[in-house]
């Protein structure tokens, strides 16, 4: 072992029950990690017991009419509720609390180590949830919810960077008018919500960053991002804990989107959030899973992450390298580098 090595917390919920024909957010997603419990791909990895998140801990984020909103639908069973397709079950409500204790449970225990990595392997995702809807096959918002609570427990500031490739416009919205919250989304233009243009949320500049990336986008394009301009927001932004919506929908393979990252680039990403949250963040941060819709890219694109927690440079790679891609965002590194006075 080197230096690097070290214990990465994690938790897992499959939520079997929450389900839904056809539907790309399903169980199946998570299908091939759940041996791992048994037999986890790194001995750096501690598996972590975690209880349903309480309502009251979601208040931090979603108002009681979501909840009740949330809840009524359940009851009604098995239906999509709004036009993404968001769907729930009559067991989606615990599912979601589910997802958002087992976040809960790595967060508190890196704050209450003093420092530390993990990773919260979760469905339902929470990215897209907004405090007044949820939406974008997302019921509660698992990153936004911990965040809150490090904010309530005494942090500071606490960064967010979400690199789906679907833009996070429910942590966007939770965190609007929350200065000590900052936020950084890298995703694909024109892409479901519609939001996250480099011009929003001009009240926050330094603090909410969007990067809307064209289509096709590649993993030295992701990386010049991460170098370039979410490694000097950091340091301007002065956080004690880093976040990390970890959606896994911009690798090629995935059905859903058209950028054109492969699973060696999501170690490289890891490996310089690792870095970045050493140098910058008190040696905090927690991956949370969001998207990622092809079962195998997605087992290969999580072990590539936990490979770079870990310590590690071993990981599975099914598919190999991206077929090619646009490389070139010197334009839109200089305008964000101006725009956010980075």
């Not at 990895?45 to 979603?62: G, K, Q, V, Y």
């Not at 310089?272 to 087992?299: H, W």
């Amino acid at each position: 072992m080197n230096q690097d090595n070290r214990n990465v917390y994690c938790t897992f919920q499959d939520a079997p029950e929450h389900t839904f024909p056809r539907h790309p957010e399903s169980p199946h997603r998570l299908s091939l990690m759940g041996e791992w419990l048994h037999s986890p791909p790194y001995p750096e990895m501690t598996w972590l017991d975690f209880e349903p998140a309480s309502e009251a801990e979601i208040l931090l984020i979603h108002p009681r009419q979501t909840l009740d909103f949330i809840k009524s639908a359940c009851q009604r069973g098995p239906h999509e509720f709004e036009p993404s397709p968001s769907y729930v079950t009559e067991s989606s409500y615990g599912a979601a609390l589910g997802a958002a204790g087992a976040t809960l449970a790595v967060s508190r225990r890196i704050l209450a180590d003093g420092q530390g990595r993990g990773f919260a392997i979760v469905r339902p995702p929470g990215h897209h949830a907004e405090p007044d809807r949820p939406m974008g096959f997302c019921l509660m918002n698992n990153v936004a919810i911990a965040a809150a609570e490090a904010v309530a427990s005494g942090l500071s500031r606490v960064a967010i960077i979400d690199f789906d490739a679907h833009h996070g416009n429910g942590t966007e919205a939770a965190f609007w008018q929350t200065p000590e919250v900052g936020f950084l989304s890298i995703h694909e233009m024109n892409l479901y919500p519609g939001s996250g243009s480099l011009e929003s949320a001009s009240h926050a500049r330094g603090r909410i960053i969007n990067v809307p990336l064209p289509g096709f986008s590649n993993t030295t394009a992701f990386l010049n991002l991460f170098e370039q301009v979410a490694g000097p927001w950091l340091k301007n932004f002065g956080a004690e804990m880093l976040l990390v919506s970890a959606g896994y929908d911009a690798h090629f393979s995935d059905p859903l989107t058209t950028l054109m990252l492969d699973t060696s680039g999501f170690y490289q990403i890891a490996h310089k959030l690792v870095t970045l949250a050493e140098t910058y963040c008190q040696d905090r941060i927690l991956f949370v899973l969001e998207g990622g819709y092809d079962p195998q890219a997605l087992s290969d694109n999580i072990q590539a992450c936990l490979a770079a927690l870990c310590g590690r440079s071993d990981f599975p790679d099914h598919f190999g390298h991206a077929p090619g891609g646009r490389s070139q965002v010197a334009e839109l590194i200089e305008e964000l580098r101006v725009h956010h006075q980075l």
